[in-house]
């Protein structure tokens, strides 16, 4: 039942709130240690939040996920864990994690709620709107960069919340087009939105915001005020890492069938190891 417990809880997962240090490192935050205090109780707050939210997730979906042939396997679809137990589970973590940011600031606390209340729409129903439910997803992430910002006292960028939803819309879309892609000609029954999406449809929307996402972050690199708060020009030196990351990423998804869970991608594929590794060491080397 614990191993169930922890797999329901999906740590593996909890990468994504790694957004949540975005704020330290380029808001010049990282020498001070009660910021760093204060980040690294945001990013535990949102991974008991998040596991929250799986754990509701997979409690509305058992059904569906019955039908997946990965999402099969998971605790609560597959048997292995009892629905009871999830609901103490979702209960217990949403808890802890208020509790936490409590101790961080009533900014941070308000963040998280928010954060919930979006998830539980998007269980409830929202995930069923066509293009909604990937900015649902996309409003998750945001939430996050805003938890390591604002939550942390720390003015956010209009550059980083800018490339940070670019982003994360073209990891929504590039999720529901390595669904469908696995799910062949039978998507709808495990996700119904699916049948108000296409491949050429998808292809586009992953198109548009890759490419502004690429732009973006290259304007942020050369932009005027950048130079002037990190005292360099060379962030346009990072560049290359975020391109190969996206391409590689592209490049998973169409012929690898990667795409469904960037998570999952970013730890099994040795080529996004390095060009995140790459970008990290170059960005820190940068701005120390």
Not at 230 to 249: A, N, Q
Request: charged residues 15%; contains cysteine; glycine residues 10%.
């Amino acid at each position: 039942m614990i191993a169930a417990a922890l797999q329901l809880m999906r740590p593996k997962q909890w990468v994504k709130n790694g957004f949540v240090f975005f704020g330290l490192l380029f808001g010049h935050a990282w020498h001070a240690p009660a910021m760093v205090q204060s980040a690294l109780l945001a990013f535990a707050a949102f991974c008991l939040m998040s596991s929250a939210v799986y754990a509701l997730n997979d409690f509305r979906d058992i059904a569906q996920d019955r039908l997946h042939p990965v999402k099969r396997l998971r605790p609560l679809a597959s048997g292995a864990l009892s629905p009871s137990v999830a609901v103490l589970l979702m209960g217990a973590c949403s808890a802890a994690s208020l509790l936490l940011a409590w101790q961080v600031g009533e900014t941070l606390v308000w963040l998280l709620c928010v954060y919930g209340l979006i998830n539980l729409g998007y269980s409830y129903g929202l995930k069923r709107v066509v293009v909604l439910d990937v900015f649902l997803i996309s409003a998750g992430f945001m939430l996050r960069l805003l938890a390591g910002t604002t939550g942390l006292g720390i003015p956010p960028s209009n550059w980083l919340l800018m490339c940070g939803l670019l982003l994360t819309l073209f990891l929504g879309f590039a999720k529901r087009r390595a669904e469908m892609m696995l799910m062949e000609e039978g998507g709808g029954a495990h996700r119904k939105v699916l049948d108000h999406y296409s491949a050429v449809l998808l292809d586009q929307f992953i198109t548009i915001t890759g490419g502004c996402a690429v732009v973006a972050y290259a304007l942020y690199t050369v932009d005027q005020d950048t130079v002037r708060i990190h005292g360099t020009s060379d962030l346009i030196y990072t560049l290359p890492f975020v391109l190969y990351g996206l391409f590689r990423y592209l490049y998973l998804m169409h012929r690898e069938g990667g795409g469904g869970d960037p998570s999952h991608d970013l730890f099994r594929d040795r080529h996004l190891i390095a060009a995140m590794a790459g970008w990290v060491a170059v960005t820190v080397f940068i701005l120390r």
